[in-house]
């Protein structure tokens, strides 16, 4: 092939194919220059039926060629190619894209070797290369650029998978740093919810150890002030017994105030309601702040009704979160509540029990079967001394009662009062022993005394009535006795010694007699006998003609009161004691002039009748037995014994009362009252 | 003057006997009201000293058996001064009444002397 002509018609038919598309063939392009041998004519036109080549004329002209256009540039040197400097700039700045293939006329070690190593080119063919090796090295070269391709597919693929990846790495990252913000919020919250929590349970926990009704509203407030700083509690307590009560803090302590009216009542909560705004500044006369009510639900009984109020000064935004804060802590508030009610209730139950059992006059005694005392009252105080003294009490009493679970009495004394002791057993259930006692000692101290005195008075009764027949009895015979004695003094009037013994005879018969006449009127006293209303005055005037005689040798104070002084009683019997009390007087003063003091006068609503006498005076120990029949100083004298408890039958029968005041050698004071009837001042 | 003592005590009887007859009267002694209902009825004293409680028959007893026919003063003695007094002894138709103890018999002697003269 012609040089310039040839490759002329090559461009063209490059041109011509490439404007008909012709895929089969890929794109090369040629340089020959120099010589062509025969064997590399044969390579020459293998290739241009391999390829569709475009003739390059120039070596400059290899600068311009694309790789895209291109893929392999055939480079055909002659024998002297190496001569022109061209392929060495030309080496220097190729690209390596290209494929280049050099097809030489020899190979000339030095110049081929520095071409290789500054191209690298894909093959480089001799004189004598065969087509099989031109085929071999393109299919090489081919499979390398599929290969290469491949591996830059790959390489892209991973290139894409890499930055697929990134993203993915990307998008995780983000997911993650989310969900770790996501985390942080929650535990944020987690944390706020755990220490509202701990707030709550902390004082749920303080709740738990109230006992107090005080105690709980100095916690709600406590609470109140940790939270918001500012704001009073108030506690509004109906408990039905005694009244509707507002407890609250005054100056530091806990204060319960009564008030007559009630609030507002109702199961809702109210907020800023004007009403309890009101009520609450009328209670406590003071202006007030606005209001929550928070009513506490008491289960213990429905009757009960209480609120809460608290006095805030909180803005509207405010407020919610508040009644969130204490909505969390109502529950609590209503059990710790009911327990310091009942505790309240407990308190005054226990109260009102103590109160009642010790209010009983009665001694009560609750021992256990060990005779240890359980429980008593305030009265078995006063004879407890008494009962552990007594050893038999616990055996006989309590011991019988428990082994034998029946009720045991016995009499009991202590001092001066009588009891029945009445031991009653407390069974449960049917326990072969009683496990406690209830001791109850009945006062039996007035039906003692007063069956003493019922049995002295019917005795006294007796007495009197068979005094009365033993009077008439006697009377007669000492009758006969002193009427004989008259009869035989008149007889025997010259017989001196025996007139002398008559008379002896006839005293004593008489002084007997009078005894018996004493007896009489001792037993006839009182009974029945008409009451009257008398001045008592008067009554003295009366009986003092009769005691003339006997008060006329001592100086005589007679004292009346200066008003009338009216009483209801037996004007003759009245005067009988005027004269005993008198008489008795003068005859303990004896032969000696002493002083009679008589007075009359007028004491709270008692008339007092008094005779004082300057005589030896009676001893003390004497004392109210003075008035016990029979009982006499005044043997010598001819004293009955009589005298004084006739008096004092007589007087008590009436209502009043007789006494005496004296000292041994300070004379003595007898006294009697009786009640005043009417108008007396 | 014939005396009639009508008394179941003794020394009362004996008493006021011989004091009736230290004064020169005639007496007549009578221990039980039966006794004494019988002299009366036959004796017819003057004057009767008549004791009210006796064993077996009793004064005011006796004076009712001899209803219609007496004409003797009486005198009625007790020791007993509960329901007896002058007016209750009229009425059962004694003329006086003394209470026992005598204080002294004489004196009671002579009251019941002045009865019957007096009259």
């Known amino acids: 092939m012609d040089g310039p002509a040839s490759s002329l018609k090559l461009i063209v038919k490059f041109y011509d194919d490439t404007k008909s598309l012709k895929v089969n063939k890929e794109a090369a392009a040629i340089l020959i220059n120099g010589d062509v041998s025969p064997s590399k004519k044969k390579l020459l036109d293998h290739i241009y039926g391999l390829f569709e080549l475009s003739e390059i004329k120039e070596p400059q002209q290899l600068l311009n060629i694309h790789p895209l256009t291109s893929k392999y540039v055939f480079v055909s040197l002659g024998a002297n190619f190496l001569k022109n400097n061209i392929w060495e700039e030309w080496s220097k700045k190729s690209s390596r894209a290209m494929r280049y293939i050099f097809l030489l006329e020899s190979f000339d070690s030095k110049e081929v070797a520095s071409l290789i190593n500054n191209l690298e080119p894909l093959a480089v063919l001799g004189p004598n290369s065969t087509v099989q090796e031109l085929n071999e090295i393109l299919n090489m070269s081919r499979e390398s650029a599929r290969d290469s391709v491949k591996s830059r597919e790959t390489l892209e693929k991973v290139k894409q998978q890499n930055r ?73 307590c109906d408990t039905g017994e005694y009244g509707p009560w507002i407890l609250h803090f005054q100056r530091g302590e806990t204060a319960t105030v009564q008030t007559k009216n009630r609030w507002n009542t109702g199961v809702k909560l109210r907020i800023n309601d004007r009403k309890d705004q009101q ?112 050893k038999s009490f616990s055996s006989e009493l309590i011991d019988t009662c428990i082994e034998k679970r029946v009720s ?13 002791a009445h031991c009653d057993p407390i069974l449960f259930h049917d326990d072969d022993r009683a496990s406690s006692v209830v001791v109850h000692f009945v006062d039996v101290t007035n039906y003692k005394n007063l069956q003493s005195t019922m049995i002295q008075n ?54 007997s007699q ?44 007679f004292k009346f009161h200066e008003k009338e002084v009216l009483v209801k009683v037996e004007p003759h019997l009245t005067q009988q004691v005027i004269f005993n009390l008198i008489n008795n007087a003068c005859q303990a003063m004896g032969q000696e002039p002493g002083d009679l003091e008589v007075k009359i006068c007028v004491q709270d609503n008692f008339a007092k009748f008094s005779v004082r ?69 | 003057m014939k005396i009639l003592v009508i008394d179941d005590e003794e020394l009362v009887r004996k008493s ?63 020791a007993y001064t509960g329901g007896y007094d002058l007016n209750k002894a009229k009425s059962l138709g004694a003329d006086l009444f003394i209470p026992k103890p005598f204080e002294n018999i004489f004196e009671i002697v002579q009251v019941a002397e002045a009865l019957v003269v007096g009259k």
């Not at chain 1, 045991?408 to 029945?420: G, Y």
């Not at chain 2, 028959?57 to 009625?76: C, F, H, R």
């Open chain 1, 408 to 420: 045991v009495s016995r009499s009991f004394r202590a001092e001066q009062r009588f009891f029945d």
């Open chain 1, 164 to 236: 697929q990846l990134e993203i993915l790495n990307q998008n995780l990252e983000a997911l993650v740093r989310d969900r770790t913000r996501d985390i942080e919020v929650s535990k944020n919250q987690i944390e706020l919810k755990v220490k509202k929590v701990r707030q709550l349970v902390s004082f749920v926990k303080s709740l738990s150890t109230v006992r107090k009704i005080e105690d709980l509203l100095t916690i709600i407030r406590n609470e109140i002030k940790k939270a918001y700083g500012k704001g009073e509690a108030f506690l509004a």
């Open chain 1, 279 to 390: 009520y609450l500044a009328n209670t406590f006369s003071r202006p007030f702040g606005r209001v929550v009510a928070f009513p506490l639900q008491s289960k213990a009984t429905d009757s009960r009704d209480v609120v809460l109020f608290v006095e805030h000064q909180l803005s509207l935004e405010q407020v919610d979160a508040f009644i969130d804060y204490m909505g969390e802590r109502l529950q609590s508030l209503s059990l710790a509540l009911d327990r310091s009610l009942l505790e309240v209730d407990l308190k005054r139950a226990s109260f009102l029990w103590e109160s009642t059992f010790d209010s009983i006059d009665d001694p009560i005694a609750i021992y256990n079967k060990d005779h240890e005392l359980i429980r008593s009252n305030k009265a078995f105080s006063e004879i407890i001394e008494t009962v552990q003294k007594d």
């Open chain 1, 514 to 557: 009078k005894i018996i006449n004493n007896l009489l009127s001792f037993s006839q006293s009182a009974t029945g006998s008409e009451l009257k209303r008398v001045d008592l005055n008067q009554l003295l005037q009366m009986t003092l003609p009769l005691l003339k005689s006997v008060t006329s040798e001592h100086r005589r104070h």
């Open chain 1, 458 to 511: 019917e005795k006294m009764s007796a007495v009197g009535h068979l005094a009365g027949n033993i009077a008439h009895e006697l009377n007669n015979p000492l009758t006969g006795i002193r009427s004989l004695c008259q009869v035989l003094i008149a007889e025997h009037s010259r017989r001196e010694q025996v007139v002398n013994d008559l008379k002896e005879v006839e005293k004593a018969a008489s002084r």
């Open chain 2, 16 to 78: 006021l006997a011989r004091a009736c007859r230290a004064r020169g009267f005639q007496v007549l002694e009578a221990s039980g009201g039966a006794e004494g209902q019988e002299l009366w009825e036959n004796e017819s004293p003057d004057l009767v000293f008549l004791d009210v409680l006796m064993p077996d028959l009793n004064g005011p007893k006796v004076i009712e058996n001899l209803q219609g026919k007496i004409t003797s003063k009486i005198v009625l003695m007790s």
């Open chain 1, 613 to 681: 006498d300057s005589g030896p005076g009676v001893s003390e120990e004497l004392g109210s037995g003075i008035f016990e029949p029979f009982v006499t100083t005044k043997s010598k004298v001819g004293g009955t014994g009589l005298g004084l408890s006739m008096s004092q039958r007589v007087i008590r029968s009436m209502g009043g009362e007789i006494g005496f005041d004296s000292k041994l050698g300070k004379g003595a004071c007898f006294w009697f009252q009786l009640p005043l009837d009417g108008e007396t001042q």
